[in-house]
């Protein structure tokens, strides 16, 4: 099956400054980095019709239950890729091997299966370590060959039955001896991938320590470091895409119109609020972003599908930031479950950490003023007739009131 990935890359190459072409992938590789609480918090799971007993739809406890478990979390992916509104599903090589190789999840999907090619230091978040405030070291637990055959060597003759692309991660801090040990081990990683045919993106940290740089310079710091580790990299070697910090439009703007070929993808970052996921990846669309990969904004959302579907809806134009958080808000209300937030505390703006354990978050809150949607939604029983159409049937977005796009939404996940 010819992945959505591809295609869009062709179309995005073809017109940089088209945005009906949008890349979303969930990131579910966080066992490489936070152990036990990788697969989130038993808060919700979503209703899945085929889902074994043990798998209750119910609102769990926290507090009382703790974290999923692995097969909890590998049902979770499934669910995410039967739904098939993302593009990427990124697990770590083990994750990967039980699903994509031992389980085919993917041979007959859209979606392309990718794998965490590496884990610099500055993820190793364990409860308790003390690693994520050292300068970030270089460091791979996967070979390219267990992420493409699970085994030590592949067997190329054919297709290989795993993921063909990986996420290769560098952080930069500014530091000569540091970096320049991130280049060699980057260098080392693209030759290899290049001779077994496996494809990567490139994903680049802000500092994960003090840099010495202003944090509204970050963006430039960044910027110049990517586009001097690609330089020397000629097609055969370069990364699809990149996945980046958002630093704002002018760092944004800045990156994307360099070069038409280098496609520039923006990470989700901490969890944070509703509005800031959803904010923020339309800033990033709106100002060169044609990627997005959200890990703990999705793991931790109260309706893992329901936010999914919000985020494709906005990168289409079909609704606006403030909007999908009500529309959101009507699902959960729907369902009868427990939001994590008031929708007046979900619509409020922080200020996200960008290291990936999260401790630089600052948490500041800046409220949406004046707005008329951040106000208690009521719960809706509007039939498929309540909202326009297309003549083929099609909902019709842009003649949707409000309050019709919550009937909409909230009908989806009845």
Request: charged share 25%; proline share 5%; net charge negative.
């Amino acid at each position: 099956m010819m992945r959505s990935l591809d295609l869009k890359l062709a179309a995005i190459r073809a017109n940089p400054h088209s945005i009906r072409d949008f890349i979303l992938a969930d990131a579910k590789d966080a066992d490489m980095a936070f152990g036990v609480r990788a697969p989130g918090p038993r808060s919700y799971l979503a209703k899945h019709d085929q889902r074994p007993a043990q798998f209750s739809p119910e609102v769990w406890s926290r507090a009382e239950y703790g974290y999923r478990n692995l097969p909890e979390f590998l049902d979770i992916i499934r669910e995410v890729t039967h739904q098939g509104l993302v593009d990427i599903m990124l697990m770590s090589a083990y994750v990967n091997e039980q699903l994509t190789i031992k389980e085919g999840l993917f041979k007959n999907s859209h979606i392309t299966p990718a794998c965490r090619a590496n884990d610099t230091t500055d993820v190793w978040a364990v409860r308790h370590g003390a690693y994520t405030r050292e300068p970030s070291q270089p460091f791979r637990s996967a070979s390219i060959d267990h992420m493409q055959c699970g085994e030590i060597e592949c067997d190329r003759n054919g297709e290989v039955p795993g993921a063909n692309l990986g996420l290769y991660s560098m952080t930069f801090v500014n530091e000569l001896d540091q970096d320049r040990e991130a280049f060699l081990w980057y260098k080392s990683f693209r030759e290899e991938a290049e001779r077994k045919g496996f494809r990567h993106f490139l994903e680049v940290f802000d500092p994960n320590v003090n840099s010495g740089i202003a944090p509204e310079k970050l963006g430039e710091f960044i910027n110049d470091n990517i586009i001097r580790t690609l330089a020397g990299v000629p097609d055969a070697g370069r990364p699809d895409f990149l996945k980046i910090v958002y630093h704002g439009p002018k760092a944004m703007e800045e990156l994307a119109q360099y070069d038409p070929n280098l496609v520039v993808g923006i990470l989700g970052g901490s969890a944070g609020t509703t509005y800031d996921a959803f904010k923020l990846i339309h800033d990033a669309q709106k100002y060169g972003a044609r990627v997005a990969l959200y890990g703990r904004k999705i793991n931790n959302a109260e309706h893992q599908l329901a936010f999914i579907e919000m985020l494709r809806f906005i990168t289409e134009g079909k609704i606006g930031p403030e909007e999908a958080v009500r529309a959101y808000h009507g699902v959960l209300q729907a369902k009868n479950i427990k939001p994590n937030r008031t929708l007046e505390e979900d619509m409020q703006m922080t200020d996200q950490a960008m290291s990936y354990d999260g401790s630089a978050a600052k948490r500041s809150k800046v409220e949406v003023r004046n707005n008329p949607l951040a106000k208690t939604p009521t719960a809706t029983t509007a039939s498929a007739g309540d909202w326009p159409k297309h003549a083929n049937g099609n909902p019709d977005f842009d003649n949707m009131t409000t309050e019709q796009r919550l009937a909409y939404f909230t009908s989806r996940h009845n």
